[in-house]
């Protein structure tokens, strides 16, 4: 294998470790801005209300179609024991976009009542419908290929994902299955891929009840049609002021699978790695949010990162929620 075609393979894999094999909503670092709803179904209505978050991801600035995604979800507690929810997504990324919604269900059990603080067993079910498309209308070849169609091409998808969440006071873990119906599709004639499932888990805890806490959280992914798997190794740092919070931290990715290259005759190995630092603030009942992910290694599409930002609003959370420095669960 010659030596450009090896690293345009490579680069192809570090670019999409974190979008191939992926229906839906990609897994980048949103979750992190108190937004654990939209890669955990259970965790829809999982307070005392309901909170709006609004999204916007882009990649690479000074390159042309480089990967955008913007997501609207929103939650909200119902009859004491269920949660509700929805989410709209638009993905792009070069010439192949994605636009859907999900609903969903989650029911609550709480298995006490202890220091006035949150002890809630929680399971979550999403129903999602998707519209992928493809764009070849700007594809051009001296010989003509029969494989492309020169139009522009939408397949319509229905899939479903199951969660199951455990908060007890400033502890929590996440489980999440995603894409668990197998989805036929030909927007692609080289292959159909039907098998989409991804597994998510994340735990963490939050240290300190003072005006100072610190949050570890891990989480690991796995995808079942490709193998590929990920850690995320993150800490946040929070500080209660008079106008409310101000928090930051860091976020390290990693993945257990990598790539072989050539340079200069020798054979070289790299595996992702994102470094992502992200700041917020809440005021009253509205919170911001930035973070920027950096790649690190020898071979990368380009040198700028990838930003983004995060828009929160919580409501009908006026009776001051649990008793416990649990932010995921509390305003």
Known sequence: MGTYKRIFIALSFFFTINCIAQEGIPVYFDYLSDNYYLIFPSMAGVGHGGKIRLTAR?????????????????????????????????????????????????????????????????????VGFLQSRLDESEFTSIIPDPIITGTSTNVNYFNMDVGMSYNFLEFYAHVAVKNILGSGRDLYSAEEIDNLRRYLFLTGYVFGRSQWQFEPSVMFQFSEYTEESSVDINAKVYREMEFGKIWGGLSYRRSFDGAEYDIAGSTQTQKLQLFTPIIGVNVNKFMFSYNYSYQSGDLRFDNGGFHQITIGYDFLQDDGGYKCKCPAVNY
């Open 58 to 126: 882009k990649q690479w600035f000074d390159v042309e179609k480089a990967p955008a995604l913007q997501t609207l979800n929103a939650h909200v507690r119902v009859g004491g024991k269920s949660g509700i929810g929805a989410i709209l997504y638009n993905d792009r990324n070069g010439y192949h976009s994605q636009t859907g919604m999900k609903f969903t269900y989650a029911h609550h059990i709480t298995l006490s009542e202890y220091r006035d603080g949150v002890n809630q067993l929680s399971f979550g079910l999403n």
